[in-house]
């Protein structure tokens, strides 16, 4: 769990440094501590990300870096980060929603695609 807002950008921040130089896997590993999916499941999606990797470099290209896009809390209890990895051809976006049921902030849910009308909507 985390004690902060500033603390889940924190982690998500250190994510991306990890996507921005294709290790993914390692961005990945970071956030395992702070998921609340069962780690059976946490390796299941680890494996099939690795597999997916490839097909994703060839179709977009060469990673370019990240960029931090938004934070929108909604109330007190949700907060949910948005950054992207840029490619060569395309951009992949990543979301994070944090949850604070008790003081401390859990990461709840993450995705990341290849869906970037969603910015424009």
């Not at 961005?27 to 997916?52: A, R």
């Not at 949700?78 to 992949?92: A, P, R, S």
Request: glycine fraction near 6%; charged fraction near 20%.
């Amino acid at each position: 769990m985390l004690n902060s807002k500033e603390a889940a950008r924190n982690l998500t921040d250190q994510i991306m440094t990890k996507v921005a130089t294709g290790d993914i896997e390692g961005g990945l590993l970071l956030m395992k501590p702070y998921v609340i999916i069962p780690e059976s499941e946490f390796n299941v999606m680890l494996e099939q990300t690795k597999l997916q990797l490839p097909v994703i470099q060839g179709r977009f290209g060469k990673i370019l870096g990240t960029e931090f896009i938004s934070e929108k809390a909604v109330g007190k209890s949700m907060l949910q980060i948005t950054q992207i990895q840029k490619f060569e051809k395309h951009v992949m976006s990543w979301k994070f929603i944090f949850y604070c049921p008790n003081g401390k902030w859990i990461l709840n849910t993450f995705n990341f695609d290849d869906n970037i009308r969603s910015f424009f909507e």
